[in-house]
């Protein structure tokens, strides 16, 4: 039985598959090899990390050069209007300024006095003022107009006598060609539950048309005027 032939159906045996499974086997070590290191870098970048500082550069901001440069300005660096007590050393290249002396009070008072005796100068003559001209006669002052009516005009309503009489001094200066001649009557009248008022009036006008044409030029000067009916 065992020279006997095997039949044909059966397939061969074959060796040739070794070299793929070794492949594959080191395809999967590289595979995982990859897959450890960068799980290690993800984890090694998410850990803590330490926030950078920012320091300020020690070097001096500015450095004043030992030529500046520029007009030569004499005593420019000295310190003339500091106090006594804040003088420190003069700056480098600054001249001090020289210790100024005391005024001699005594030497002044004697430039200033006058000497003790003067020569008063001769009086001179006045000099002889020709006469004026003989010009055109001044006119004379328009005469006061008469007062001769019985019409009255009421001039205003002050809360004093004080004040009506201020008020026909006011209307004096602001019209006095029309208030010439004439005199204030300051009449108290008497109001219940209230202060008195004092009437300030004038007469004089012959008629009510001469006191309308009165208060009228007076309104136009400033003042109050209404003609009282007789």
Same mark, same amino acid.
């Given at each position: ?8 159906w ?27 290191g ?46 006594p007590g ?22 002044? &008072?004697?430039? /200033? *006095?006058?000497? +003790?005796?003067?020569? #008063?100068? %001769?009086?001179? @003559?006045?000099?002889?003022?020709? $006469?004026p001209a ?7 002052p ?7 009516? &019985?019409?009255? /005009? *009421?001039l205003? +309503?002050?809360?004093? #006598?004080? %004040?009506?009489? @201020?008020?026909?001094?006011?209307? $004096?200066?602001?019209?006095?060609e ?13 109001r219940?539950?209230?202060t008195?008022l ?17 208060c009228?030029q ?13």
């Amino acid at each position: 039985m065992s020279d006997a032939i095997m039949p044909s159906w059966r397939p061969a045996r074959r060796d040739s598959a070794a070299p793929w499974l070794m492949l594959g086997l080191a395809g999967i070590l590289l595979a995982l090899v990859g897959l450890g290191g960068g799980a290690w870098y993800l984890w090694a970048s998410a850990g803590p990390r330490s926030v950078p500082v920012i320091e300020a550069d020690p070097r001096p901001f500015k450095i004043r050069p030992d030529d500046p440069g520029g007009t030569r300005v004499p005593n420019q660096d000295s310190m003339a209007l500091a106090r006594p007590g804040e003088r420190g050393a003069p700056p480098r290249g600054a001249t001090p300024l020289p210790v100024q002396e005391a005024p001699a009070i005594d030497r002044l &008072r004697e430039v /200033v *006095q006058p000497p +003790a005796a003067l020569v #008063a100068p %001769a009086p001179v @003559a006045p000099r002889p003022q020709p $006469a004026p001209a003989a010009g055109p006669a001044a006119p004379a002052p328009a005469p006061a107009p008469a007062v001769a009516g &019985r019409q009255t /005009v *009421q001039l205003g +309503a002050l809360a004093s #006598a004080e %004040a009506a009489r @201020a008020e026909w001094d006011r209307l $004096a200066a602001r019209a006095p060609e029309l208030m010439r001649g004439r005199t204030p009557q300051i009449m108290r009248l008497e109001r219940e539950g209230a202060t008195p008022l004092f009437r300030l009036r004038t007469t004089g006008f012959v008629d009510a048309e001469a006191a309308r044409n009165f208060c009228e030029q007076l309104r136009a000067r400033g003042g109050a005027c209404v003609p009282i009916r007789g």
